[in-house]
């Protein structure tokens, strides 16, 4: 199929932070959709309980406490939302090993095919000296359209950075005229195929 046929739908982790001896947990999720007719949706988050403190590294990146977490919903009393959001539809995270783990609470759930559009940046513009998220959006202007789409929310909150890979995204099938491409350019981004496209 082609990219204008498909939805894609991101999804971002918040995490409690690695601790010594502990596997690490999801305190915030964030998701939402877009396509090239429908454009930007479907936003949603929500903390994410767990009895987990959250380390002090992690709180100082993402500003989330404890007692933002005190009358949230445990992951798996999300699944309604995110089955809703992520079923039949192109999957897109930032670097997605984060996402993928996270998503394991729900075995057999089926999601995907992903796109990860750190691996499709680096294939795109690997001159760039950063292909973090946010260096992207700021190298490329695209901070203000996700600000606009989610005001009073910054860097590292779980639907701001999840509308900014799906921001990041359109940007680039713009930029390579990937409307009528098959979505297998997304999805298994090839060295070879993205150097021939900037020639």
């Given amino acids: ?30 998701m939402a959709t877009w396509s090239t007719t429908a454009g930007h949706a479907d936003h949603f988050t929500s903390f994410i309980h767990t009895d987990r403190s959250i380390t002090w590294a992690a709180q100082k990146v993402h500003g989330i406490t404890s007692d933002d977490l005190a009358d949230a919903p445990k992951l798996m009393l999300l699944w309604s939302q995110i089955k809703g959001t992520l079923g039949d539809r192109i999957v897109v995270a930032h670097g997605h090993g984060t996402e993928k783990r996270y998503l394991r609470a729900f075995p057999g759930h089926g999601f995907g095919p992903w796109v990860d559009t750190l691996l499709i940046a680096r294939a795109a513009w690997p001159e760039l000296p950063s292909h973090a998220l946010g260096e992207l959006c700021e190298h490329f202007q695209l901070t203000d359209k996700v600000s606009a789409l989610i005001p009073d929310k910054t860097w590292h909150d779980a639907l701001y950075d999840a509308t900014a890979s799906l921001i990041l995204l359109e940007h680039l099938i713009e930029q390579f005229q990937l409307t009528d491409a098959s979505v297998e350019m997304l999805i298994h981004p090839d060295i070879s195929s993205w150097h021939r496209l900037r020639h």
């Avoid at 082609?2 to 999720?29: C, H, M, N, Y």
Wanted: overall charge negative; aromatic content about 6%; charged content about 20%.
């Fill in 1 to 30: 199929m082609t990219i204008s046929d498909l939805t894609f739908a991101a999804i971002d982790f918040e995490s409690a932070g690695a601790a010594r001896g502990k596997t690490d947990v999801p305190v915030q999720i964030g």
